[in-house]
């Protein structure tokens, strides 16, 4: 893909995960007005955290990583007819083992709920209904990781509006699932069930006119002999650690919040998706992008250009990430209060959301940093270093959150919030690992032209924070949650005004952001 088309690529990839994330806002808000926290929401989210941790572990995260570089290498040497050969022969595979896998945890639902919620063990309808829900959400593994070949496929032809839209789709039968046919059914939650397995199938779907139109749509056959999918599967097996060790990390949350009071599962993906907002409107958007850039670089041997491209998205990663990180903190109760406070969510659901999501919010621009980081090392087909880096972060996860759960104890505060700030914690340890490689081996290194970036982000961000807390007693947080909206997006957009109006009187000029 040119220098040229990166930027524009980015807008495009951040425009459409920005209409999915509103629309995921909104699902979210219904969800919680709908079911409120605890009980049977909490049964739902551990039934679709497991399948969509799947998801990003295999297909979104290990999968796409190995996959991108190898399919890019194949298209700068080889015919078109090798590449369709490598096309069909990896979603062979990839059909078989997800199908295999699908049966199986369909089958053997109440074990796998043991192992992912002890918690509900003591609980026998709640435990029930999430085994039940497993089962219909679990299809929705295979239908999104087939959807993410797709958009990998069309990623790396530079295509990237279809595999940005898609997941819309899911918002979508999700809202409808929970305000149109939840009220059909005996046990209401259900409905969301059937809602996800259908979303899968539709987003699937749509990508196939395009992978038509390159020639690219192809009977899958299984040959786990050939030369591409060794490579993919070698490439592929230490990638899920390295690549995704955020989302495992998030799942061990999960496993320890389902012994904790009730509530705690629903109040941390609250948080999780507030602070996802930043982090899937840039940091996806920007890491999706550059892979195909970085694999095609590394195939030219052009050291020069790999670097330029993550020097370029690292300064649309920190111009983001850390006015987000900082709002969020500010924002945490006002945010909950706006947004979720209504019908089952309880004033106490809010507060406790915005604990969680406080504990979070230092981590986003970590977050953010291993989503360009890690595609570094998988662009040269290095997976050896992230999976590294990977099992440390996740030991380092698992220490934090017995530390952190311990002082909150101690303190007598909530102790999801101990949960949250362990993801903080080890969302840094991990890209700052990374960097240190990246730094080490003279892959990437923050230059000269840095020191002065982060001072302008730095007294950017201070102005922002000395505003928004000037404003937060002005919050009308006993009136009418269209009210609490319209207060929560004026104090957004003041925020955003004066980061903005300030990074430019410190110097800084938009056309920094130009790549190259």
């Known amino acids: ?10 807008m495009v990839v951040s425009s459409m995960t920005m209409l999915s994330r509103i629309l995921g806002l909104v699902r979210d808000v219904v969800l919680l007005g709908v079911f409120g ?15 969509n ?21 194949y298209k700068e040497k080889y015919s078109l007819q090798q590449v369709q050969i490598l096309v069909s022969r990896t979603s062979g595979a990839l059909l078989l083992v997800l199908s295999m896998l699908t049966v199986v945890v369909i089958l053997i639902a109440p ?45 790396s032809y530079g295509r990237f509006a279809a595999p940005a839209f898609a997941p819309v789709l899911l918002n979508l039968c999700m809202i409808g699932g929970a305000l149109i046919f939840a009220p059909m059914f005996d046990t209401p939650i259900m ?41 993919i599967l070698k490439l592929m097996l230490p990638a899920i650690f390295g690549v995704s060790v955020t989302q495992i990390n998030l799942l ?18 609250a948080a999780e998706r507030m602070s996802e907002l930043p982090l899937g409107l840039i940091g996806v958007a920007i890491g999706t992008v550059i892979l195909p850039s970085l694999s095609k670089s590394e195939a030219q041997k052009d050291d020069v250009s790999f670097k330029k491209t993550i020097d370029w998205a690292a300064r649309l990663i920190i111009l983001v990430g850390v006015p987000a990180s900082a709002a969020l903190f500010v924002l945490a109760d006002v945010l909950m209060q706006a947004l979720f406070l209504r019908g089952e969510f309880t004033l106490r659901d809010a507060q406790m959301s915005a604990l969680a999501l406080r504990s979070m ?108 807390y000037l404003m937060l007693p002005y919050f009308p947080t006993n009136e009418a949650q269209w009210q609490r ?3 929560l997006v004026i104090m957004c957009v003041a925020g955003a005004l004066v980061y903005g109006v300030v990074l430019l009187a410190t110097g800084f000029r938009p056309r920094q952001l130009k790549h190259g």
């Open 1 to 10: 893909m040119a220098k040229s088309r990166l930027f524009r690529s980015t």
């Open 37 to 51: 926290a605890g009980g049977l929401m909490d049964a739902f989210l551990v039934a679709f955290k497991i399948p």
């Open 53 to 73: 941790f799947l998801r990003r572990l295999f297909a979104e995260g290990a999968f796409s990583q190995a996959f991108v570089p190898v399919l890019s290498e």
């Open 111 to 155: 074990w796998v709920v043991t192992l992912f919620a002890p918690g509900f063990a003591d609980q026998p309808d709640k435990f029930a209904i999430t085994a039940e829900l497993l089962r219909l959400t679990f299809p929705y593994l295979l239908f999104i990781s087939m959807t993410a070949f797709a958009s990998g496929i069309l990623q």
């Open 191 to 231: 409905a969301l069930g059937y809602s996800v397995a259908i979303a899968g199938l539709l987003q699937f779907l749509i990508q196939l006119p395009q992978l038509w139109q390159q020639k690219l749509l192809v009977a899958p056959k299984i040959d786990f002999q050939h030369e591409g999918v060794r490579r």
């Open 252 to 269: 061990l949350n999960t496993v320890f919040a389902s012994l904790m009071i009730g509530g705690s599962v629903s109040w941390l993906y």
């Open 361 to 468: 919010a230092g981590g986003i621009l970590g977050f953010m940093l291993i989503k360009i980081f890690a595609p570094a090392f998988f662009a040269r087909q290095d997976t050896r270093t992230p999976v590294k880096i990977g099992i440390i972060s996740v030991i380092a996860n698992m220490v934090f959150s017995v530390i952190f759960i311990g002082i909150f104890y101690f303190l007598e505060m909530p102790l999801h919030g101990g949960l949250a700030l362990a993801t903080t914690g080890a969302a840094f340890v991990n890209a700052g690992l990374l960097y240190y490689f990246l730094h080490k081996r003279d892959i990437f290194r923050f230059g000269p032209h840095w020191n002065k970036l982060f001072t302008q982000f730095a007294i950017s961000t201070g102005s922002m924070i000395g505003v928004l």
């Open 485 to 487: 909206i319209i207060a």
